[in-house]
């Protein structure tokens, strides 16, 4: 099949697809571009501009002060709105500050939960800010941080770990972990398991209660299109909540905060977290692409996302290129990465050449992130193409 032949094919998915018309509630510059980094940032939802608009003219800049009684509850209203797309209850997710924030206030809580415990796990090519907190944590607690390079965490001895950190999709080449399946084997041996969402929220179907989740964080600003610095929400599972102790306090965890004089008491449930006073404006723009996705649907979001990187490996397979993603659609999140030994150039060209923003990642990956609610198959096929022909001039 050759590159028209791509792009007629392309054209032809697009017509059929039920969510194409999701494309038209996301602002959009230049209808030209191919924007295939919605897994690093998402686009900008129209809703976010009317509602960031009236957040700043109704309630700051009339309301003022009295705003804030609708605002002070905001992080555990986004977090029940979150909630189902990743299978929880109310009460068991809060959207605050930023994703390592929230992850080294639930490592510590996880150590604290698990004293007897010597050891804390990571994978050794896990994403930098998750290895970067476990090594924090145990320094801190005096703990060995168990970091396999050669062997799978799905292989490592859990008897003598207080937690596990990791990804559900691998941030470079889409794999998706056995969530049932090492959750399981985890609590099994003893171990809390601390589960980073950040490329899974919005992009595949969720159910921690399913799969008995102890604990999990995850950003908003990648598929749940939230913005640059969106905040980043944490999961407790509800049992576990009231066991909780994180020693990151402030203001806003405190059971009665305006009792100013009053000693420690923290909220009851996942309110604990809370720490300093919140962003409010972040949190209304997180909440509306948390809106734009829940009315779409995580069932047919995640079907077109299969859809989307099953026709870039197709697009691959046709233009000679090698992708490392996992070609079981079930094990695949929504990118995919293909490798070459010139990626970090040929991401770069692209985009000057040809109007199409990807990413790399290091070493040698050329990343397209396939967002369904904004990625055309038409964009897939365009950067495929493009990618093929400077490879192969």
């Not at 018309?21 to 191919?34: C, E, K, Q, T």
């Not at 109704?58 to 003022?64: A, M, N």
């Not at 398991?193 to 919005?202: C, E, K, M, N, Y």
């Not at 397979?317 to 094990?331: G, H, I, W």
Request: charged residues 25%; glycine residues 6%; contains cysteine.
């Amino acid at each position: 099949m050759n590159p028209d032949d791509l792009l007629n094919r392309a054209f032809e998915l697009d017509s059929a697809d039920p969510l194409a018309h999701w494309r038209d509630r996301f602002v959009i510059d230049d209808p030209d571009l191919s924007y295939l980094d919605g897994n690093s940032l998402g686009m900008f939802p129209r809703t976010t501009v009317h509602r960031i608009h009236e957040v700043m003219n109704e309630e700051w800049g009339s309301g003022l002060i009295r705003s804030w009684r609708k605002w002070l509850e905001l992080p555990l209203i986004v977090g029940n709105e979150l909630a189902p797309l990743l299978g929880a209850d109310d009460g068991e997710v809060v959207v605050h500050d930023s994703t390592s924030v929230n992850l080294h206030q639930l490592l510590h809580a996880a150590v604290r939960l698990r004293p007897e415990r010597a050891h804390i796990a990571v994978d050794a090519h896990e994403f930098p800010t998750d290895r970067y907190a476990v090594e924090a944590i145990a320094a801190e607690y005096g703990l060995t941080v168990i970091s396999p390079k050669d062997e799978s965490l799905d292989e490592l001895d859990l008897s003598n770990c207080s937690v596990v950190v990791r990804s559900l999709i691998d941030y470079r080449t889409a794999a998706i972990a056995d969530l049932d399946g090492f959750t399981h084997r985890a609590r099994q041996e003893g171990a809390l398991v601390i589960w980073d969402l950040s490329h899974a929220v919005g992009a595949i179907e969720l159910d921690l209660h399913a799969a008995d989740v102890d604990m999990a964080i995850g950003c908003t600003y990648k598929y749940l299109n939230g913005g640059p610095g969106a905040p980043a929400f944490s999961y407790v599972r509800s049992s576990l909540i009231s066991d909780v102790d994180q020693p990151i306090r402030g203001w806003f965890g405190q059971d009665n905060q305006f009792a100013m004089d009053g000693a420690w008491s923290p909220k009851p449930g996942i309110g604990r977290l809370m720490i300093g006073t919140p962003s409010i404006l972040a949190l209304e723009a997180a909440r509306c692409g948390i809106e734009v996705s829940s009315e779409a649907g995580m069932p047919a979001i995640a079907a077109k996302g299969r859809a989307l990187t099953e026709f870039a490996h197709e697009c691959c397979d046709e233009m000679d290129l090698e992708s490392v993603s996992p070609r079981d659609a079930s094990m695949r999140g929504s990118h995919i990465a293909i490798r070459h030994p010139n990626a970090k150039e040929l991401t770069e060209r692209l985009e000057r050449e040809h109007l199409v923003i990807a990413d790399y990642r290091d070493p040698d990956l050329v990343r397209l992130g396939c967002s369904a609610l904004t990625t055309r198959f038409g964009d897939v096929a365009r950067a495929v193409t493009r990618l093929a022909e400077m490879v192969h001039q």
